[in-house]
């Protein structure tokens, strides 16, 4: 599996969330950790890349990434479809957990160490992203929204490179996106916009 | 077209972007309207529902927005991938456009109205969702990012009913999720997870 992991250059790291896939965060501070699933997250910025990710109020993971200021942004594929529900809630998105509970462990989920950043990354996913909380305590609070800047990212590149996703032929490492419930969508074919000029104006 | 649109209860209007599909933004402000794309948009809240959506300071649209206090996010099909690119920037993203041209007329679109904010609906699209804007200044300046509140929502019975998604049978209906440069993924099959328990902890 490392063998297939490389760096993913910082002004790309967008494209590893701009197709809206559901992702894992992970956070630690002083010898605790964890990690869960979150629906929403979307990229905010290209250059310094930032990210915006919503935790619920209830989320031990949260605390260890207000605690730490940093936190991790993992992209599941469809073999962890399963791991990804188990860590999620089954309200469908915001995946409250106990406090307390280190689900690596509860799990037995393998892990590596992150390059810049002290969260646990998991192994099997296609697409990491490191991140420095970018401190807003008014809409933390207000919309349990956490904004973040990509510090380092890297993807696994039989699927992730040159800035491009590609699934065909890897079946079984595409990224999804959740719906409700526990029903995802799997990533389909690709499909490139063909040039369209306006007709009037 | 009309004949399969119904009405999304709220607390499900979430569901419609919940998967991160890419998305299209109109707003209207004293005669004047717009539309533009954007890739960076989520879910905020269940119920009442709310969305978050990156606009970038460039955009017609985000003015008319800003002025108005309203704006429409609809979900477009892979159809209408190449007026989605069109409507959007050869960046990728956040999709300038230039001030003053109305790209519904640019383009030759057809729209309907909302049922509650003023903002032109694009006929089409897979799913449509009405809303108006929470103010939060210091993150619109300082990382373009608009909250809004979702007032109505609609869908294509088609393809959204009962809070789920079924794609099967109308494969030019499938939402889209922009890459980068005019690629985008099309949503492909569904799957469901099946439950894990701890092994441990």
Redesign the interface.
């Known amino acids: 599996m490392s063998s297939h992991r490389l760096a993913v250059d910082l002004p790309?790291a967008?494209?590893l969330l701009?197709?809206?896939?559901?992702v894992l965060v992970s956070a630690a501070h002083q010898g605790q950790r964890n990690i869960m699933a979150a629906?929403?997250?979307?990229?905010?910025?290209?250059a310094p890349p930032?990210v915006?990710v919503?935790l619920d109020k209830a989320a031990w993971t949260r605390q260890l990434l207000e605690a730490s200021g940093e936190f991790a942004i993992q992209v599941p594929t469809?073999s962890q479809?399963?791991?990804?529900?188990?860590l999620g809630s089954s309200?469908?998105?915001a995946l409250t957990e106990q406090q307390g509970?280190?689900?690596f462990?509860?799990?037995?989920l393998q892990t590596f160490a992150a390059s810049v950043i002290g969260a646990p990354l998991l192994e099997g996913c296609a697409a990491w992203l490191e991140c420095r909380l970018l401190p807003?305590p008014?809409?933390q609070h207000g919309?349990?929204?956490f904004?973040g800047e990509v510090v380092a990212a890297h993807a696994d590149s039989r699927v992730f490179s040159n800035?491009?996703?590609h699934f065909t032929g890897h079946d079984d490492l595409?990224t999804?996106?959740?719906?409700?419930g526990?029903?995802?969508?799997?990533?389909?074919?690709?499909?490139?916009?063909?040039?369209?000029k306006?007709?009037?104006?």
């Open positions: 790309k967008y494209r701009n197709h809206g896939p559901t629906a929403w997250a979307m990229p905010l910025d290209f930032k915006a919503v469809v479809v399963d791991i990804t529900q188990a309200s469908g998105l509970i280190d689900k462990t509860a799990y037995g807003e008014a809409i919309y349990d929204l904004l800035g491009r996703w595409r999804i996106h959740h719906v409700a526990g029903h995802f969508i799997v990533d389909g074919d690709g499909v490139d916009a063909h040039p369209l306006p007709s009037r104006g």
